[in-house]
């Protein structure tokens, strides 16, 4: 294995790790992600459109959808760098609080 090999492993290994952690740190927030092999969850929320706007107010960018068949609103989150999942979850979380 070349050395770019072993980095793209272990950023894979990486996204893998913080996707699971993320979805269960939503879940503890009463916030279900759909089960996912991918390097993003898909969170369906009503509030997927208000939770996207304060997080592009917070400078990380993640996409709403509305209405999907079948789902309604959810926001799609990709697996970051974990100290940039925690901003996206303090985030969701003062919402969710002050909800």
């Given amino acids: 294995m070349t050395d770019d090999e072993g980095w793209v492993v272990e950023r894979a ?15 503890a927030m009463g916030l279900s992600a759909l089960p996912s092999a991918t390097n993003f969850l898909l969170v369906p929320t009503p509030k997927a ?12 960018g993640i996409r709403a959808f509305q209405n999907l068949p079948g789902l309604g609103d959810a926001m799609r989150i990709t697996a970051g760098p974990w ?3 925690e901003r996206v979850l303090s985030v969701i979380a003062d919402d969710l609080e002050g909800s």
């Fill in 83 to 85: 100290p940039v999942m």
């Fill in 13 to 27: 290994a990486e996204a893998v790790e913080n996707r699971v952690r993320l979805s269960d740190a939503l879940s």
């Fill in 49 to 60: 459109v208000v939770l996207a706007a304060r997080l592009r107010a917070n400078g990380i």
